[in-house]
């Protein structure tokens, strides 16, 4: 059974990660993934790390959450979401997305219907150092702009 939602520490590998998601489904003719890395630079200030917390069960419930409505508006066989969190350093793989359909529209379409939903409703808190100390870090305006596309409106005013 593929496990759709971890949050984890250590680092991923994204062709295992795709092979653990293909295993044993049928009628995959498209797979789309996403990978996103730590930034050096946010806000035009250089970044040295990045922290993530995150609440323990409440995170995976979540994005669980995210993924089922995902299946329900997107013709998709599979999904996988990998979120790190603790400490991590500039260049780091912290997420990955992956999604599996018959067609590429599908897949497409939900990996970034899914990237959108974390960036902005997934129960994380960013902090990053900076040259200036720590700062957390707050969902941006184009980021709650993404998520009404799909018709969803974002609750970080």
């Not at 997107?74 to 400490?87: E, K, Q």
């Not at 960013?126 to 100390?133: A, D, S, V």
């Amino acid at each position: 059974m593929n496990t759709r939602v971890s949050i984890q520490t250590e680092d991923f590998d994204l062709s295992a990660e795709v092979a653990r998601l293909r295993a044993d489904q049928k009628g995959v003719g498209a797979v789309c993934t996403f990978v996103g890395t730590v930034r050096d630079r946010n806000d035009g200030q250089s970044v040295s790390t990045l922290e993530l917390e995150h609440y323990p069960g409440m995170t995976e419930k979540s994005i669980e959450q995210m993924i089922d409505e995902a299946f329900r508006r997107f013709d998709i066989l599979g999904a996988r979401v990998i979120h790190r969190v603790g400490l991590l350093q500039p260049l780091d793989q912290i997420v990955l997305v992956a999604v599996t359909s018959a067609h590429r529209g599908e897949s497409f379409q939900a990996c970034e219907f899914l990237m959108d939903y974390l960036k902005t409703q997934a129960p994380f808190w960013k902090k990053e150092q900076t040259p200036e100390g720590a700062r957390w870090v707050d969902a941006r305006v184009s980021d709650d702009a993404a998520l009404a596309k799909w018709g969803i409106a974002s609750n970080n005013a």
